[in-house]
């Protein structure tokens, strides 16, 4: 997302222009913990053990080919349902077209080396790179094919951090719920284990069928820790409210959970925020009417993206009734989709959506 401002508003608006750099995609740095990459190779070995009974966990010792015994501290080449760990500080060259691999879960967070026209074969299993790891060698082509899908084709060098699963997402959802506040509703959520976790979406609806997305948050990629989030809905509707959540990760798969609802019966404030046309492609007309309280005071505008990063703000010179009327001219390259414009003082907050065509 680039970052915008505004020019030429109505109403002698003050602009401010805020930077934000777009949160980058991916497994956070508690990924690649010592402690997580020996937790996670311990949990995918456990899952396999039932699947595999010769099931092993191989970490390369020495750099070597990838099919050879005294590369691997198990003692044995590759083979179905083993955990292949290239740690930091060794790289393995893979020397063959691969057989498919049953119940592999490859984790490199040193190198990984391919020869002209080698492949890694797998059904069912994963492939994980850490911020460490790297893919190289090799011409283009495919190089890592899982269940007939190939997922690097090379020639490299590739970087992590990278992850492909054949497996279904498992998302451990341990709690979605939602409190009532003065003037919004606070959702919150937390996972106990995530894998390829892109992002959340949030949809709010007021019949519980149905539903629009009023939010995006980034998921931690792949990670056994347990995480928390939350959300302010600063505009709900009174009476009640249905909230669903749905997890999309990096290969755009994605899982839609169970609905909460909360009961919203707070007297809204006389302000009145008002934002049109709700679709446009240039100018957005904002009005803020009805508002004696703190008439004196300053009022922000501001308009967040779907992820809820700030884009632009502006502050609006307020008329003798405490509200104002404000014309925001988006620039051509502001990325098309959902947009929040957000009006508070010190005492409320107001908020309204958009769509940029």
Partial sequence: MKTQGLEN????????????????????????????????????????????????????????????????????????????????????????????????????????????????????????????????????????????????????????????????????????????NDNSISISWTTQTEMNNDFFTLERSTNGASFEEIARVDGNGSTIEHHDYSFTDLNPSRGTNYYRLKQTDFNGQSETFHLISIEFNNSPSGCVLNVYPNSTESNLTITFSDCPEDNNGTIYIQVFDAQGRIIMTAIPERNGQGGFTCTLQLNDNLNKGLYFIRSSSSKSVYQKKAVIN
């Avoid at 991916?26 to 020996?38: E, L, M, Q, V, Y």
């Avoid at 899952?47 to 390369?60: G, I, Q």
Wanted: charged share 10%.
């Fill in 9 to 180: 508003p109505v109403a002698k608006c003050t602009i401010r222009c805020m930077n934000k750099n777009k949160k980058a995609s991916g497994c956070k740095a508690s990924f690649f913990s010592s402690f997580f990459k020996k937790t996670m190779t311990l949990l995918l070995i456990f899952n396999l053990v039932s699947l595999f009974a010769n099931a092993s966990l191989c970490t390369a010792i020495a750099n070597g080919n990838w099919n050879a015994p005294s590369t691997w501290s198990c003692g044995h080449a590759p083979s179905d349902g083993d955990s292949m760990v290239v740690p930091f500080g060794r790289s393995v060259t893979v020397n063959i077209n691969s057989p498919v691999y049953s119940g592999m879960v490859v984790i490199i967070n040193g190198i990984l080396i391919f020869d002209v026209g080698q492949k890694i074969n797998i059904c069912p299993g994963a492939f994980m790179i850490s911020a460490t790891g790297i893919l190289d060698g090799g011409n283009p082509g495919s190089k890592i094919n899982i269940c007939g899908t190939t997922v690097w084709n090379g020639p490299g060098p590739g970087y992590g951090p990278l992850s492909w699963s054949s497996w279904p997402l498992p998302i451990e959802l341990t709690s979605f719920e939602g409190k009532s």
